[in-house]
């Protein structure tokens, strides 16, 4: 799904502002509006079939979660349970998703959490990455999405609120030191 206003509207110096997804307004300029579409153009998704993509996964995975290193086997185990996406721009991992499909005592919640490296944020591509996963969790029969972050990813926390997720969990894992926030879309 894109990220596509909804309503746009011409502003006396040319620029247009739209009505996004989430009720704010933005600004679009032509250099924003071409960025946008560059980065968003470019970008491939793919589910991690062999070791090279399940290390770009686990390497991105590591460097948003630092308190949380996995092991190559580790993420193996991860995608024999979960759906895993690497997101590439040009060739280059860009992003990683994880969505947790509804289990056992919650057969209605699933968790989609979409991790776009740092040097690639603010240009659409975790946009993408959320709704793809978003979609997948609804096809596997979600209506509750819940998504975790950690606290010290302000970027993570921000992006979650913007899309209305709220906060209902705060809690730190044995031995670790930083909090992981549980969130829930409203």
């Known amino acids: ?33 071409s960025r ?7 970008l491939i998704f793919t589910q991690p079939a062999d070791d090279a993509t399940l290390a770009d996964w686990q390497h991105i995975h590591n460097v948003i979660i630092p308190t949380d290193v996995l092991s190559l086997e580790e993420v193996r185990e991860r995608a024999g349970r979960n759906h895993l ?17 509804p289990a ?13 490296l740092p040097a690639h944020r ?15 969790a609804r096809a596997l029969g979600a209506t509750v999405i819940e998504t975790v972050v950690l606290a010290t990813n302000e970027d ?3 992006f979650a609120h ?13 031995g670790d030191t930083i909090a992981y926030v549980d969130l829930r879309l409203t």
Not at 122 to 136: F, K, P, S, T
């Open 156 to 158: 993570g926390l921000r």
């Open 85 to 101: 996406v690497v997101a590439y721009r040009d060739g280059e991992p860009v992003g990683c998703m994880t969505v947790r499909p």
């Open 36 to 42: 946008f579409a560059t980065a968003v153009a470019n």
């Open 1 to 33: 799904m894109t990220a596509v206003p909804h309503e746009q509207h011409e502003q006396e110096d040319g620029s247009r502002s739209a009505a996004c997804l989430h009720g704010r307004r933005i600004r679009l300029t032509a250099r924003r509006v």
């Open 122 to 136: 603010r240009q659409g591509l975790g946009e993408q990455l959320y709704q793809r996963g978003l979609e997948h």
């Open 104 to 116: 056992g005592g919650n057969p209605t919640t699933a968790t989609v959490i979409a991790r776009i």
């Open 162 to 174: 913007a899309r209305g997720f709220t906060e209902f969990d705060r809690y730190i894992l044995p």
